[in-house]
């Protein structure tokens, strides 16, 4: 940091950031919103067997994330630095294997030959490229800034470009990939493979713009000492603040995505109304965007643990409400889904630099850094709440009695279970997650604070 030589933190890195995350969600998103749908309605799997498959591949996350924690941690820095030549390698890679999932030229096949080819293709993506990009880039943000409040702000950053991605994938992809048929709105296989096509170059050009206009500053030794898997394990259980941000990340995610899911089945099958699912997909970003604008000084002020505290009760109120209003109107459940995600806009602005905070704190508590081995962690429990919420809305879904092809009406009933669905799922995921965070999480902003002295002081030899 003291080099003279190397430019100075500026906008420069903040939107490199930000479009990092935007490449990630690029295919992130389309697997969560648009994959089970895929499934479900053009290749004729059931909801509940897409939900399980996802949820098993998460137990190969449990190998892969680790791994590539350790690759990152142990390779050797290079004049770009330790975490950015990890886009550049694994980019092409994760994009092809995204587009490669949505195979509408196989919804002919058999049902054994369909079920195995979603299985290995999500594997590829997921489990093997997506990990070997997403935490160098993640742990990057260490490198990038020592300072606490510039990690925030690339935490924020981070948020806004996968909101853009979400505008992407949540307001145009909708009213590009349904078509009329009848009363029905019917998901069109060819197209949705097109717009998997349209996302993966998108996903590779934003991780060009991030290596090319991020700096790694701070600079982070390859770690040299032998694995070591039962301390490991053993810091799991007894780092507290990692516990924490473990159980309210797969939460968070579970709210999240859970949501995002049944959006895809409460606006075609309840209301009838896919232009009103792409309206509410650009109103729910619109909180992220206003809130990034001073969501800096509210953690300065008030800290990340009591904000994320805040914004879980805020959700949770909204969405019952909504549950016991049960409206008929899709354009009054649009605006009242874009207050309750006023409550997730806050989680996710602040989450990234919550990871760093971990960081953090696990250096003061033990005195060692690893950034890539810590992130791995988050990463996987983050996948897990990918993965819960695919097998929580798919069994959900089968539970009411939902009929996968997307050419079949389905009956009131099922449509009056997608809605109560649609609001009490992530009501009562923001009263847990508030809880979780209040009881689980230890890092207030007192802590935190005393843990940038600490560091500071040892940063500067003292």
Known sequence: MSNKNVKPFGAKDKFGYMFGDFGNDFTFILASMIMMKFYTDVMGVSAALVGTLMMVARFVDAF?????????????PTAAGKFKPWLLRIC?????????????WFANMGMTFKIAYMFITYILWGSVFYTAVNIPYGSMASAISADPEERASLSTFRTMGGA?????????LPLL???????????????VTVAAGVCSVG??????????????????????EKFDLGALLKGLVTNKALIGIVLSSICMLL????????????????FGNVAAQSVAGLAAMIPTFLLAAFIGKLQAKFGRKELSIAGGIWGAIIFIVMYFMHTTNAWVFAGMYTLGYCGLSIGQLICWAMITDVIDDTEVQTGSRSDGEIYSIYSFARKMGQAASSGVAGALLTAIGYVSGSAVGQTE???EGIYTLSCLVPG???????AITFFFYPLSKKRVDENVKVLAAKRAGK
């Open 64 to 76: 892969t994330d680790v791994t590539m924690g350790q690759i990152v941690d142990r390779s050797k």
């Open 92 to 104: 092409g890679p994760v994009a092809v294997a995204s587009f490669l999932i949505y195979g509408s």
């Open 177 to 191: 990939i349904y078509d009329k048929v009848g009363d029905v709105q019917v998901m069109n296989g060819t197209k």
């Open 413 to 415: 009933a099922v449509k």
């Open 203 to 224: 996903a590779i050009l934003c991780y060009i713009l991030c290596y090319n206009m991020c700096t790694e500053r701070v600079k982070l030794e390859a770690k040299t």
């Open 255 to 270: 709210v999240q995505l859970t949501a995002s899911t049944l959006q895809g089945y409460v606006y075609p099958d309840y």
């Open 164 to 172: 853009l991605a979400g505008l992407c994938i949540g307001v145009i």
């Open 428 to 434: 009562i995921g923001f009263l847990v997650l508030a």
